[in-house]
């Protein structure tokens, strides 16, 4: 019984399905399914009741979870206490406009306690690519925002926050309590730079492509000085604190914004694991009226 094993099983038995978990796992499904049939072998306990729709944890397949988690935990801990100690584990985390703002400290702090002496490197990324210099290589983990194109990406949603329009204080709209894209059509939206990802502006932009001779951003902090200086309007998640002078009016005909970490599909690193885990504790979805 290897690690590598165990993996396979853990995966297994989060997703309840041996299909879901090998692509979870970027392998195959027959391999998979060999190695927890000799699993059950080596440990003589049926772990798993399969049936058509997926599979389901036998009290031997619980318990073998529970130790599981736990042993992989360690091993993970013990291979990010050996390389710090040896000065070489570092991890480049990056970030998109707002993405963590709210809870950084706490996620720093949280981070730095599971995994002390490892040298960690911080960028900020703009609206240019949400993606955040992942698929470059720049990043090894990114606190942002979807909806993008998760063309090997995986992530990891944390919550999923409102979303509202930006208007001036003294704007005609600033006092309704609710509005509607309709109710915006005529105005001017800012605008997000040209040859970005083509999800993630359709998403951030008016659905029916009005409103396109606002300014340029590039930034949350560019957006907020356009509202304020030209009374264009753009969108915003109601999570975000906005400046004296702005409000921010929920839209009741658009879907929430996924707040997620994300990383290369191809990278199992231990150290973006525990990223994962601990960012998952750290942030709790926002309450919102309706």
């Known amino acids: 019984m290897d690690l590598r094993t165990l993996r396979y099983f853990v995966a297994v038995a989060e997703e309840l399905h041996f299909g879901r978990a090998a692509v979870r796992l970027h392998m195959t499904q027959p391999p998979l399914s060999r190695a927890i049939k000799q699993l059950e072998t080596d440990l003589g306990a049926v772990l798993l009741h399969r049936s058509p729709t997926g599979v389901s944890l036998t009290p031997a397949g619980t318990a073998l979870y529970d130790e599981a988690r736990t042993l992989l935990e360690q091993a993970d801990q013990a291979r990010t ?17 707002d993405s963590a703002e709210q809870a950084g400290t706490q996620l720093a702090a949280a981070f730095r306690q599971r995994h002390p002496g490892l040298n960690v490197r911080i960028r900020e990324a703009d609206f240019t690519d ?3 210099g992942l698929r470059s290589g720049l990043v090894d983990v990114a606190l942002t925002r979807a909806p993008f194109d998760e063309t090997g990406i995986t992530t990891h949603v944390l919550r999923a926050d409102p979303v509202g329009v930006v208007l001036r204080a003294d704007d005609p ?10 109710d915006l059509a005529d105005r001017r939206w800012f605008q997000l730079p040209e040859g970005i990802d083509p999800v993630w502006r359709a998403f951030w932009s008016h659905p029916m492509g009005l409103g396109q001779d606002g300014p ?3 930034t949350v902090h560019e957006c907020l000085q356009a509202v304020l200086w030209n009374g264009t309007v753009g969108l915003t998640t109601l999570a975000h604190a906005l400046p004296e002078g702005l409000v921010a009016v929920p839209l009741l005909d658009m879907p929430p914004s996924r707040l997620v970490v994300a990383w290369n599909s191809t990278d199992t690193s231990p150290l973006i694991r525990s990223f994962r885990q601990i960012a998952a504790a750290v942030y709790r979805p926002a309450s919102w009226s309706s």
Request: glycine share 6%; with cysteine; charged share 20%.
């Open 173 to 182: 709209l600033a006092g309704r309590d609710r509005l509607r894209l309709d």
């Open 81 to 97: 206490r050996v390389a710090a100690a040896a000065g070489t584990a570092t991890m480049t985390i990056c970030t998109l406009a």
């Open 130 to 132: 949400p993606t955040t």
């Open 216 to 218: 340029v951003v590039r």
